[in-house]
């Protein structure tokens, strides 16, 4: 079993930035074959996925973020990064990391292709 715990949400005006972390412990040893992907729910919405990574390290995004976030792992840490610029007030939710066994292509973004998932963190953004 691998745990994720998230950290980093918090408040920021519109225009900000803040830099969210997701902590994998447990069973770790494999986590560098885990594709790790950001999503996000807000209140009353579907849960979404914003951004993604492969164990190659190769990023895909959603278009709302395109340009604005960047997602970044270090697996010697087992540490998920979401650096998110240039925040907009349809950037509050709460966000989750998420693990799932080599996850790729169109699947990228379904949350039921991933096993492992953090507590959540809030992200509100102010206009």
């Known amino acids: 079993q691998m745990q994720l715990v998230d950290s980093g949400g918090g408040s920021a005006q519109a225009g900000g930035s803040l830099r969210l972390s997701c902590a994998a412990s447990g069973y770790t040893w494999t986590y560098r074959f885990y594709t790790m ?26 278009d709302s973020v395109k340009g604005r976030f960047t997602i970044s792992r270090d697996n010697a840490k087992t540490t998920l990064y979401l650096q998110m610029n240039t925040l907009k007030p349809e950037d509050t939710a709460m966000y989750y990391c998420a693990a799932g066994w080599q996850v790729t292509g169109r699947r990228i973004f379904t949350a039921n292709e991933y096993n492992y998932w953090g507590q959540g963190t809030q992200v509100t953004v102010s206009s």
């Open 37 to 62: 992907t950001w999503f996000r729910q807000a209140p009353g919405k579907e849960r979404e996925g914003v951004a993604s990574i492969d164990s190659g390290g190769s990023p895909i995004y959603a």
